[in-house]
């Protein structure tokens, strides 16, 4: 079993920063890729970035690109979303996710375990 606790989620002016933290708890020893994810209120849940086992590989959504970057710290059970030049457009429940078979992946039911959100909003 693996938990995963977002935090450093709040309110931010259009064009400031935060950053993401994903903390993982559990069994955390497998080899396993991860995912940020947002959610807005009446949308889908929409790929944000996503990151290999080995920090390799890393994959973003073409609304964030340039914006945001996903890292990860094994060693602290760790992953991170920074967030820079936040737009309104980014406001929505954040939730990051693990894999354990996929090294990047896009859809959200390729992931098997998911934290519990963090909300973001970007006001104008």
């Known amino acids: 079993q693996v938990q995963l606790v977002e935090s450093g989620g709040g309110l931010v002016q259009a064009g400031g920063s935060l950053r993401l933290t994903c903390a993982a708890s559990?069994?955390?020893?497998?080899?396993?890729?991860m995912g940020w994810f947002r959610q807005a209120p009446g949308k889908e849940r929409e790929f944000v970035a996503a990151?290999?086992?080995?920090?390799?590989?890393?994959d973003y959504s073409d609304s964030v690109k340039g914006r945001f970057t996903i890292s990860r710290d094994n060693a602290k059970n760790t992953v991170y979303l920074q967030m820079n030049s936040l737009k309104p457009e980014d406001t929505a429940v954040y939730y990051c996710a693990a894999d354990f078979l996929a090294v990047v992946a896009r859809s959200p039911g390729e992931y098997d375990y998911w934290g519990q959100g963090t909300q973001v909003t970007v006001s104008s």
């Open positions: 559990g069994r955390t020893f497998s080899k396993y890729g």
């Open positions: 990151i290999s086992w080995s920090g390799g590989t890393t």
